[in-house]
């Protein structure tokens, strides 16, 4: 098993710019996560995913975008990055509510 | 706000002697913990985990102590190697509404 794969692992952006980040899992989780780190700021919840066709907003949403089309996979959408949006993006997935997370590699994102 | 806390952003330590790393929580009905190794440029992984019907539970090198009167947990690590170097997190896998609360890391350092 893969388990959590992160595409792509780095990526840099210009102000303004639009990118989406694909997370996908091969556990068969009911659960899937995207988070942000910054330095000193330890993981913060941007959107979770219950299911497929389910999303729901995390504790810092403003200005991303998620969508669970398939069960596998979670994208993350940037409509118009910032540089307030220069962090590395962690996807992870777990069985249910209350389980171990699996975590991607990580993805590093730079908005000049 | 956040529901577990670690206590030191950074702990030096010898090679070979034992490492202590304090977490503090804040919900008397958190039953279930989990500690998490960050290596650099890696996302987090599962280490050890312990539930509140459990003083102590170990592994392989480690030890985790919940103390539920204080509200405090604690991951031991015995005669660290270099390989130990990382970012340690506790997590309360049922902290939130949306699930994993995160503590905001203590990073262990080796020294030679």
């Known amino acids: 098993n893969a388990g959590v794969t992160q595409t792509p692992k780095f990526r840099v952006l210009k102000t303004g710019q639009s990118m989406t980040l694909l997370c996908a899992q091969d556990?068969?989780?009911?659960?899937m996560y995207w988070y942000r780190q910054d330095p000193g700021m330890g993981l913060r919840l941007i959107h979770y995913?219950?299911?497929?066709?389910?999303?729901a907003k995390g504790e810092v949403p403003d200005g991303y975008n998620v969508s669970r089309l398939k069960k596998q996979n979670f994208l993350l959408g940037l409509e118009s990055a910032a540089p307030s949006q220069t962090s590395v993006y962690f996807c992870?997935?777990?069985?249910?509510?209350?389980?171990?997370?699996?975590f991607g590699p990580g993805t590093r994102l730079t908005v000049t | 706000g956040e529901s577990v806390g670690l206590h030191l952003p950074t702990l030096s330590v010898q090679e070979g002697d034992n490492s202590i790393i304090n977490c503090a929580y804040s919900?008397?009905?958190?039953?279930?913990f989990i500690w998490y190794k960050q290596e650099s440029g890696k996302g987090p992984q599962f280490i050890i985990d312990?539930?509140?019907?459990?003083d102590k539970r170990q592994g392989q090198r480690v030890t985790v102590l919940l103390n539920k009167t204080v509200k405090h947990l604690s991951l031991q690590i015995a005669a660290t190697q270099p390989g130990d170097s990382a970012v340690y997190f506790c997590?309360?896998?049922?902290?939130?509404?949306?699930?994993?609360?995160f503590g905001k890391g203590t990073h262990l350092i080796i020294q030679p």
């Open positions: 992870a997935s777990s069985y249910g509510f209350g389980y171990e997370q699996y």
């Open positions: 556990m068969n989780h009911e659960y």
């Open positions: 995913s219950v299911g497929e066709g389910t999303t």
């Open positions: 919900n008397s009905a958190s039953d279930y």
């Open positions: 312990i539930r509140s019907n459990m």
């Open positions: 997590a309360d896998p049922r902290g939130g509404a949306d699930g994993l609360t």
